[in-house]
């Protein structure tokens, strides 16, 4: 079954950056596409970020072009999330996810760690 472990989240104020981990497990990055999404209270979830399985082609979403940046270490089998340029808006729980095809609906997910960014 495959797992994935979120860690990094915290409190940071605005304008400050973090950097998100996801471990996974039971399985190699290299054949998945592999994603962040994130949810703030009271909104949908939102997809913040992408990275292909074959070619390490990356998407981001206009709310966090710029400022964040998906990478992954397939011989760790980790997946980072660069967060820098924080913004208040940014608070949520953020959701390591994967797929076999794509980040649009992906088929599994973390438990999620939350980032709060205040003064």
């Known amino acids: 079954q495959v797992q994935l472990v979120e860690s990094g989240g915290g409190l940071v104020q605005p304008g400050g950056s973090l950097r998100l981990s996801c471990a996974a497990s039971?399985?190699?990055?290299?054949?998945?596409?592999i994603g962040w999404f994130r949810q703030a209270p009271g909104k949908e979830r939102e997809g913040i970020a992408c990275?292909?399985?074959?070619?390490?082609?990356?998407y981001y979403p206009q709310s966090v072009k710029g400022r964040f940046t998906i990478s992954r270490d397939i011989a760790k089998n980790m997946v980072y999330l660069q967060m820098n340029s924080l913004k208040p808006e940014d608070t949520a729980v953020y959701y390591c996810?994967?797929?076999?095809?794509?980040?649009?609906?992906?088929?599994?997910w973390g438990q999620g760690t939350q980032v709060t960014v205040s003064s």
């Open positions: 996810v994967t797929d076999l095809f794509s980040c649009s609906k992906p088929a599994y």
């Open positions: 990275i292909g399985s074959s070619n390490d082609s990356t």
């Open positions: 039971t399985f190699t990055l290299d054949y998945y596409v």
